[in-house]
Nanobody, 120 residues
Framework: VQLQASGGGLVQTGGSLRLSCAAS????????MRWYRQAPGKQRELVAG???????NYADSVKGRFTISRDNAKNTVFLQMSSLKPEDTAVYYC???????????????WGQGTLVTVSS
């Protein structure tokens, strides 16, 4: 199983970016999918999560500015980021709980990260 994140880049304050993360490989089912971020010198933090049923949760720092969504048919999760601030600068990682075989345990998989830089 692989998670491939894309969509990062350089954007000015107030701008927008859309991140994507596609899971591929031997997949029976995907439960929760999440986005984390890690800024230089800081710990990795949860940005947003979405369940298989579409229930979402967000870090307080991004509520009202970021929107997480998913396409279950394509095993893909998105993060629409708007009104970006310099403090949103970080490497963004996707994460998914994946079942590879029916009735097997769920395992957590991580994408490789995509860099978002917000200039002031």
């Amino acid at each position: 199983v692989q998670l491939q994140a894309s969509g990062g880049g350089l954007v000015q304050t107030g701008g927008s970016l859309r991140l994507s993360c596609a899971a591929s490989g031997s997949i029976v089912s995907i439960n929760a999918m999440r986005w984390y971020r890690q800024a230089p010198g800081k710990q990795r933090e949860l940005v947003a999560g979405i369940t298989s049923g579409g229930r979402t949760n967000y870090a307080d720092s991004v509520k009202g500015r970021f929107t997480i969504s998913r396409d279950n048919a394509k095993n893909t999760v998105f993060l629409q980021m708007s009104s970006l601030k310099p403090e949103d600068t970080a490497v963004y990682y996707c994460n998914a709980e994946i079942q590879r075989v029916i009735q097997a345990p769920w395992y957590m998989y991580w994408g490789q990260g995509t860099l978002v830089t917000v200039s002031s």
